[in-house]
């Protein structure tokens, strides 16, 4: 993969929600889903964004696209012909951008209104970006479902006549009608078997390389971002503990979270035997998350330091590739 550019700065990117208790709901605390996120999304590549359900990858995603408006930070997207900071930009400016910057929902049922047929739900954005004419609408739409593996003639059947892996295609149809640069895939092969999974992650390959796209891939599943990321970023408590390329992520993992996620793979194979880290105790409030580092009261290697002191985000001085980086103070004991 060739990298031409930096397709998005996220720079101290926050979003708390307040928690209000009483009779005049007053503001009791903070839930901080996204504390402090520094991340560059590189142009034609496919970040993995992983974790626990409740770390806060789908709540990232959508504060990156603007769909909640994070608390703090910024997110500075390089465009084709500028560079602007989407927090910066009022809801009717953002509208703009949204054409670049799409996603695929988790659920493919629930994301399709099931009151129209596929032709309905997928026209409006059409004919918000200029397509005025009915005709040209059903060409575009019909070369869609044909480039994701479905028939033209679909889109005037309703969502309740397909499959998962069905609408899910049309889920990716309805996030390229406008031909984005970026794309949020939110769980987006989690709900489907596995051989309608292996379908949709070639189909998603194959379109970045036609269509010279960029993917933000949000998934618990770390199988599947070895087959098809470029890099990985793990999430624990709202926080990025460890950033890598996909490929030295296996080898060579550096934060016990990382190692326990990798550790709970399924192994298929009988003659070996998983070494299976079982984390004890459930994840911390963001509410109130403990004070040091945040994965410590579950952590089989923490130290008496890790109850104090927050880790560093850096670069590992001990691995060849500059570009793997954790939160881990076991990284300044070796």
Excluded: W
């Excluded at 307040?18 to 889903?33: E, I, M, N, T």
């Amino acid at each position: 993969m060739t990298v031409q550019k930096t397709i998005l700065e996220i720079r101290d990117l926050e979003l708390h929600f307040p928690v209000r208790q009483g009779v005049f709901k007053k503001v009791r605390g903070h839930v901080k889903a996204v504390d402090g996120i520094n991340l560059d999304i590189l142009k034609g590549e496919i970040l993995g964004l992983v974790g626990e359900s409740g770390c806060g990858k789908t709540t990232l995603g959508k504060s990156i696209l603007q769909l909640i408006r994070p608390t703090n930070g910024n997110v500075i997207y390089n465009a084709k012909d500028e560079t602007v900071d989407l927090c910066a930009l009022s809801d009717a400016e953002m509208s703009a951008h949204r054409k670049n910057l799409q996603i695929v929902f988790q659920d493919p049922h629930s994301s399709l209104n099931p009151a129209f047929t596929i032709y309905g739900s997928l026209q409006d954005p059409l004919k918000k970006y200029g397509v005025k004419s009915a005709k040209e609408r059903r060409r575009i739409i019909g070369d869609l479902l044909e480039a994701v593996n479905l028939r033209r003639d679909y889109m005037d059947r309703y969502p309740h006549e397909f499959s998962g892996g069905q609408r899910q295609r049309i889920g990716i149809a309805r996030a390229l009608l406008v031909d984005p640069e970026l794309i949020v895939c939110d769980e987006a092969v989690s709900a489907l078997d596995v051989s309608i999974q292996a379908q949709v992650l070639q189909l998603l390959l194959d379109l970045r390389a036609k269509r010279d796209l960029t993917y933000i891939f949000i998934t618990h599943d770390l199988s599947v971002t070895e087959y098809i990321c470029d890099r990985i970023a793990v999430m624990y408590l709202g926080k990025i503990v460890e950033l890598a390329d996909a490929e030295d992520l296996y080898k060579n993992t550096l934060h016990p979270y990382t190692e326990a996620l990798l550790s709970a793979i399924p192994v298929a194979d009988l003659d070996r035997k998983s070494n299976r880290i079982v984390l004890e105790g459930d994840v911390p409030s963001p509410m109130n998350p403990p004070t040091g580092c945040p994965f410590h009261p579950r952590c089989h290697k923490a130290i008496a330091k890790c109850k104090t002191h927050i880790p560093e985000f850096k670069i590992s001085v001990n691995n060849d590739d500059v570009n793997h980086y954790a939160a881990c103070h076991l990284l300044d004991e070796t």
